[in-house]
């Protein structure tokens, strides 16, 4: 399905969702030329179309966008609104009544997944499926069992190939530029195996906690909220082999092959941690084992990647912010610089996403002077400086696609449920949190896991972790 939509229908409408990112997006594809459609909203509250249009000029105007703007205020002028419950069928025959003349609707759902399965039911009954697209944010279930059971509800009334599984992390410009990296540079593929690269590290700490958002965090933690989705499609691009072609299904058939290929995750190779003052956050019960950080070591049993290992590190309350990936390879088979001491820097391919955007390549060079002693320089680029203004925000770019059709950047069913089937057992048996202060960087417990040239690995400084 490629053809364009004709119309987006908006489930949570005056929910934050749309308020923070969603309404920004569509301002930005109207003033793109990209959008030229009605917006229809739909939401349990009884709100008027006027009070829905001054919310969305209260998003634009938090958002940067000046009053007034053109693209703005067409986008305002073409919404719509249909208030009522989702397992209300009134409410869907007043949508259909709305959609009389659209023939192809894009349908997100910014609500909870617990309505997921009264709209699709709801839309089938009232014949607004059969050329529609479902977009559906995250979570996209808690475990294996229930991701199965959201892809089987899903596939009851829509095919595959009319969801559209949203995760944002996919629709950053440098995740896509890793893809690129790889695979549109010839040097790189003959060293990108376990002959060369001697360990992989994915790092993503944020500075900042939970921020008033405990009573969320309570339901998700670490593990679930960015390592089962973000970071394992982090790890599935840096690990795949080149697909057969840049469509959704053949990405998607290179990413399902790493993630069949990792082996079974025990309760030994993950440290979890919970930063001091958690427990006194809004919402969060007094005992709470809810991990905050996560450090992973995984292995990938494949011809290419067998015995290279892979670790993942992330947490708030750290004491950076930083989102990056790290390839490092391995040490010459002799050293041949007596002046050097015997100890040098391995060269590392490095993929930073923030805090800015930056990909570099760490070499040895001579210092100046009479001896043969190396030192480490960085061959760098900073995406915005080399090649101007950053491209389209995350959801911007995954809105436009479900317009169009587009699905390379979205999740397929197999590969969410793989990605559950993965860190599973580590939700039927994990360790206990351990304790760590805001500012460090996580508990001292996580050092077995992690590289133990970690902090030389990193881009920027952090502070020693408090045991």
């Known amino acids: 399905m490629t053809d364009r939509a004709d119309c987006l229908v908006l489930f949570g409408a005056t929910g934050d969702l749309a308020y923070r990112k969603l309404f920004p997006a569509l301002q930005a594809l109207e003033d793109r030329g990209l959008l030229g459609m009605p917006v229809v909203g739909v939401a349990r509250e009884g709100w008027t179309l006027e009070r829905l249009r001054e919310r969305i000029r209260a998003s634009l105007h938090e958002a940067g966008v000046p009053d007034g703007d053109a693209a703005g205020e067409r ?3 073409s919404m719509r609104y249909v208030h009522g419950e989702y397992s209300d069928p009134g409410t869907f025959k007043d949508l259909a009544a709305v959609l009389h003349d659209v023939s192809q609707p894009v349908f997100y759902l910014a609500i909870p997944p617990d309505h997921f399965g009264d709209v699709v039911d709801s839309l089938s009954r009232h014949g607004l499926t059969a050329r529609c697209r479902v977009v559906v944010e995250k979570p996209l279930g808690r475990d294996l069992e229930s991701a199965a059971a959201l892809n089987r509800m899903l596939a009851s009334e829509l095919a595959e190939d009319q969801i559209y599984r949203i995760d944002h992390f996919l629709g950053y410009e440098q995740v896509q530029n890793l893809l690129v990296a790889r695979f549109g540079n010839t040097m790189l593929e003959p060293l990108w195996n376990r002959r060369y690269v001697s360990q992989v590290h ?5 500075s900042f906690g939970v921020e008033g958002r405990g009573a969320f965090y309570e339901t998700v933690g670490c593990l679930r909220d960015v390592v089962q989705n973000h970071l394992l499609q982090l790890v599935c691009i840096l690990a795949m082999d080149p697909p057969v072609s840049m469509a959704a299904d053949a990405i998607a ?9 990792i082996t079974p995750l025990t309760r030994d190779a993950i440290v979890r941690g919970q930063y ?7 919402g969060v019960a007094p005992g709470s084992d809810v991990d905050t950080y996560c450090a992973l070591r995984l292995e990938i049993d494949s011809w290419r990647w067998a ?3 892979f670790t993942i590190r992330a947490g708030k309350g750290m004491s950076g912010t930083l989102t990056e990936a790290v390839v490092e390879y391995a040490a010459p088979p002799r050293q041949l610089f007596p002046d050097a001491g015997g100890t040098f820097e391995p060269n590392r391919m490095r993929f930073r996403m923030k805090p800015d955007d930056l990909i570099e390549l760490s070499m040895q060079v001579k210092q100046p002077g009479d ?11 900073h995406y915005a400086t080399r090649l101007g203004l950053p491209g389209p925000a995350a959801y911007e770019r ?14 397929r069913g197999d590969l969410v449920e793989e990605q559950w089937r993965v860190i599973q057992p580590l939700l039927d048996d994990s360790p206990p949190v351990q ?3 805001r500012g460090s960087m996580g508990p001292a417990a996580a050092d077995r896991l992690l590289p133990g040239d970690l902090p030389a690995m990193l881009s920027s400084p952090h502070v020693p972790a408090v045991p």
């Open 253 to 261: 058939d290179e990413k399902l092959k790493v993630l069949r290929s």
């Open 371 to 381: 001896r043969v002693v190396m030192d480490t320089v960085d061959l760098s680029v």
């Open 75 to 77: 986008l305002i002028a």
């Open 202 to 206: 994915i790092e993503m700490t944020e």
């Open 398 to 411: 995954l809105l436009g696609d479900a317009i169009t059709g587009e699905r390379r950047l979205f999740a």
């Open 307 to 309: 015995g290279v290992p």
């Open 276 to 282: 001091e003052g958690y427990r006194e956050e809004p």
């Open 435 to 437: 304790p760590y202060w």
